[in-house]
């Protein structure tokens, strides 16, 4: 086990890079977490959670390192190496593999030539397909030794080359694959779109409907659009988001889906979309603390469902795309529950409200005074009897006031529109000339009737 | 002298004319005598002119007194001074107007010269209600609205009469294009422009400045008699002022700022230009108020501190704009819009606890002592900004409560509120119609009709939209979108 004061001295550096370092806990195993997932996100997440987790820190780091070593990718492996190097040096992964690196290297360059060379036979060729396979396998090759921006072009020379649908997703797929791993999530939404855009079959859409979703789902989750996100989650069916364990595992999918929900649907909606839809209830019994908070959240007990997903918070932190909208997400379900809370009353004392949110010797004022502030919980607080009030709108008196207003209205603008047709009759508007358009015209009338009134003055004086 | 005073009586005959063509003809018969007279015997006029004027009722026999009286105030005033200016004060309040619109240029003489010749504080009053004599509805703009108002606001004169006068919404300017001039002048049913004009001499054309200007100084007396509402109205006349080619003048800058400062007073908060402001004058409003916007934004967020520094700052800027005076109010109103829009979150709120959350712009910082606030809303209450009382609960500590907004009108109250509204619509109907007739007979209006016509029947019921598409061509409206 690693010193402690090394951790510290790696914590502290990456707290001062801005990453986030989370203290607490989390309940996930990490091996069991990560035999979830396949491909470039296993490196991915490890060496997120090694980063940021104290608890996991050391082992995270180990299994990338290890991670690392098995696939072709270099620098990722020497990002591992000098972040272990810090945190546990003592272990045996803090020495770094240089015979593996210059092995790798050398592999490396040999396979991408051997590649270059028989793209450029294809292309002698001149024969479609091979050409595409041949972009295609240089563009993986070039994935899988963390080269991005060359694996992105090459993927996007594949597309010319599509004769078919099959051809096309295939292409979008790659594509993004590697706009999720440079985190682009703008270029997401337009690839779905060109992929969909090209098929007319029902069967072809019907295929690719999971795996659409799932991506857009993220690009939504990431674009901060919760509701959109929410949305495309809930509409994925079980069975085959299993195949895109290179992107998200099956939790991930119930728990995105869940939070998101909470985060953003009310209650009727949150029990038809969620607890009652068919296919993602089996996604719910992966994750059944996100079903038991949804269903509270329904049953009207909300701090029983906030300490429940406050319990899992360290967890959905280390999460790679969860990580950076949790606070967000939660602050959105805290306000939702206390409005829900508020809903029933017309007046509540700020005491019962604080028992049921509060930490304990908190107070909630301030939450509630931004929540008025933003228009999200329509109440006023009375700080002299410790109560929140509903607002009661008088319908009557709004209608009236809206009445006199448009009245009002309606003869200013009357009034306005002919004094405007006037002015134009009087050809008095005022006319832009060129030195007008570099900065201001009519100063020197302006200052002529200055000077005038000054005049006035003194021969009024 | 008998046969002048014989002369100048002789209009009108006792037996009132109420025709408008046999009084047409009348006053041109007596308007030849008076100028053979004028002509001819300018020496016993000026002699014997107070006697005349002493025979004259100023009220009835306006014409022949105003020809005695430009005689003796032009080209120099006639001694003894004092009587003289006298008899012009009593001319001015009581003259009859329908006489006089044939004699435009003798009196726009006398209007003119009144502010060189009066104190100040009696020239404005006496202006103001002469322009009122001239045209009771003040709708339209005149070159002695622009001298008077110069006068009223230099020699800070501001007289209840002139506030009638400014306080009317001007809608006719002089020199407006494709007036007809069928009408006899003197029929009193006829819309202002019509018997103000150039050609009656009883205003001269006015260039766009002195328009913008008689704006931007009303808005300078309103601020000066505390009524942030109508100067905003003011100064939003010449910010949205209609321009054409990117034009924009500096006077509407001017305005812009103060229009800026004073919103803050009135609403609390800046709202963008009106959709109709000119598109280049948004632009140099935009670079040349910048520093406005920025204490706008500051004075909506909580940064006290930060406002004061920023008016700190440009103190220069504010002195040599004038607007020190503005900024002042801004300041002082600060804290007083923070407490208000406590409303937005508080029913009930501890005197204390106020004093904590707002903080004073004037130094930056929460005031020393409850009373202070106590004072302060006080104060808001009286003036009626804040519509709420302060109480005191058992424990000794005081608060404030926020009393909900209006309670709803009686069905009758609003039937009346909306009837006045509708009266006061029903009043624009003249001018409605004489801008409706105005348009109707355009050139361009009747080539399209024209046009139209020679199209075909298909777009026969379509001749009010294609007039609409018409003015959207021509700009009438001066980027006025439709509602």
């Known amino acids: ?171 979008a797929k790659h594509a993004i694959g590697i706009s999720l791993q440079k985190r682009d999530w703008s270029s997401i939404q337009s690839n779905i779109n060109k992929m969909l855009s090209g098929s007319t079959g029902e069967e072809d859409l019907k295929v690719q409907q999971p795996y659409q979703k799932t991506v857009l789902g993220l690009a939504n989750l990431h674009g901060e659009k919760f509701y959109d996100a929410a949305k495309c989650f809930l509409e994925v069916e079980l069975s085959v988001c299993q195949q895109y364990s290179n992107i998200m595992s099956p939790n991930d999918m119930a728990t995105y889906g869940g939070l998101l929900a909470l985060a953003s649907m009310d209650r009727s909606e949150l029990q038809s979309r969620v607890l009652d839809s068919p296919s993602f209830r089996n996604y719910l019994e992966l994750e059944p603390h996100i079903r038991k908070a949804t269903s509270m959240f329904v049953n009207g007990r909300y701090s029983a469902c906030l300490a429940t997903l406050e319990s899992y918070r360290a967890d959905y932190l280390l999460d790679i795309h969860l990580s950076r909208h949790v606070k967000k997400i939660y602050s959105q379900i805290r306000s939702k529950c206390i409005v829900q809370y508020f809903i029933p009353f017309s007046c509540v004392t700020l005491d019962s409200l604080d028992k049921a949110f509060a930490k304990p010797g908190e107070s909630l004022e301030a939450e509630l005074i931004t929540m008025i502030k933003s228009g999200a919980l329509k109440a006023r607080i009375d700080t002299v009897d410790k109560l929140l009030m509903a607002i009661s709108t008088d319908r009557r008196a709004e209608m009236q006031a809206n009445a006199l207003e448009a009245a009002k209205n309606y003869e200013k603008e009357a009034l306005e529109r002919i004094r405007r047709m006037n002015i134009v009759a009087a050809d008095l508007e005022v006319k832009g000339t060129a030195r007008a358009r570099a900065g201001l015209g009519g100063d020197q009338w302006f200052n002529e009737t200055r000077r005038q009134m000054n005049q006035g003055e003194a021969a009024s004086g | 002298m008998d046969q002048c005073a014989a ?311 504010w002195r040599e704009d004038g607007n020190m005076g503005l900024i002042r109010e801004v300041l002082a109103a600060y804290q007083m819009w923070h407490v208000l829009n406590l409303r937005q979150v508080y029913t009930k709120i501890s005197i204390p606890e106020i004093r904590q959350q707002t903080k004073s712009a004037q130094t930056g910082n929460i005031l020393d002592k409850d009373e202070d606030i106590e004072t302060l809303i006080q104060n808001m209450v009286a003036s009626g900004m804040l519509d709420g009382i302060t109480e005191k609960h058992d424990d000794g500590t005081k608060f404030l409560t926020f009393l909900p907004p209006s309670t709803a009108l009686s069905e009758q109250q609003l039937a009346a509120e909306l009837a006045q509204t509708a009266t006061r619509l029903k009043n624009l109907q003249p001018v409605f119609k004489s801008t409706g007739e105005r348009l109707g007979t355009s050139k361009e209006y009747v080539r399209h009709l024209v046009k139209d016509q020679r199209r075909g029947g298909d777009k026969d019921n379509d001749t009010m939209m294609g007039f609409d598409k018409q003015v959207d061509e021509e700009d009438l409206m001066g980027g006025i979108t439709s509602t």
């Open chain 1, 1 to 171: 086990m690693a010193d402690s004061s090394q951790l510290l001295t790696f914590f502290t550096a990456m707290d001062n890079q801005g990453g986030l370092v989370i203290k607490d806990a989390p309940k996930l195993d990490l091996d069991l977490y990560i035999s979830n997932y396949t491909g470039r996100t296993r490196f991915e997440r490890l060496f997120s959670i090694g980063q940021s987790s104290v608890v996991l820190c050391v082992d995270a780091l180990k299994a990338a390192v290890t991670e690392a070593k098995r696939g072709k990718d270099v620098r990722r492996y020497r990002e591992a190496w000098e972040c272990i190097r810090v945190a546990a040096p003592n272990e045996p992964e803090a020495q770094f593999d240089q015979a593996w690196a210059d092995k790798t290297e050398k592999a490396n360059k040999l396979e991408t030539h051997r590649l270059e060379t028989e793209l450029k036979g294809y292309k002698n060729n001149l024969v479609k397909e091979s050409i595409r396979i041949g972009y295609r396998d240089l563009g993986e090759h070039l994935e899988s030794i963390g080269d991005l921006t060359a694996a992105n072009d090459n993927y996007t020379r594949m597309r010319p080359e599509a004769s078919t649908h099959a051809h096309l997703f295939d292409w």
């Open chain 2, 7 to 317: 002369v100048c009586l002789a209009f009108p005959p006792e037996d009132l004319l109420a025709d408008n063509q046999t009084y047409h003809k009348a006053v041109g018969v007596h308007l030849t005598q008076l100028s053979k007279l004028l002509k001819e015997s300018t020496t016993t006029l000026v002699t014997h002119g107070l006697q005349l004027l002493e025979l004259m009722d100023p009220a009835v026999k306006s014409l022949s007194y105003l020809a005695v009286l430009h005689t003796l105030l032009i080209p120099s005033v006639s001694a003894p001074r004092d009587v003289v200016l006298e008899k012009l004060v009593v001319f001015l309040l009581s003259f009859d107007s329908r006489s006089l619109r044939y004699a435009g240029s003798h009196l726009l003489d006398i209007l003119n010269l009144t502010p060189q010749l009066l104190p100040p504080s009696i020239a404005v009053q006496v202006l103001s209600e002469a322009i009122l004599r001239i045209d009771p509805t003040g709708s339209m703009l005149t070159s002695t609205h622009t001298h008077l108002i110069k006068l009223a606001y230099t020699s800070n004169s501001i007289h209840p009469t002139l506030l009638q006068v400014i306080d009317k919404p001007i809608v006719f300017y002089p020199g407006m294009a494709n007036q007809s001039d069928s009408d006899v002048v003197c029929d009193m049913s006829i819309p202002p422009p019509k018997y103000i004009s150039k050609d009656s001499a009883l205003t001269v054309v006015l260039k766009p400045a002195a328009v913008l200007e008689y704006d931007l100084t009303c808005g300078l007396i309103y601020c000066a008699q505390r009524d942030w509402a109508k100067a905003y109205a003011a100064f939003e006349r010449v910010v949205t002022f209609p321009t054409r080619e990117q034009g924009t003048s500096k006077i509407m800058v001017e305005a812009y700022k103060k229009w800026v400062l004073v919103s803050l007073l009135l609403k609390g908060k800046v709202t963008p230009t009106p959709s109709y402001t000119g598109p280049g004058a948004n632009k140099v409003y935009e670079t040349l108020g910048k520093q406005y916007t920025n204490i706008a934004s500051l004075f909506e967020s909580d940064g006290a501190q930060s406002l004061k520094e920023a008016v700190d700052a440009d103190a220069a800027l």
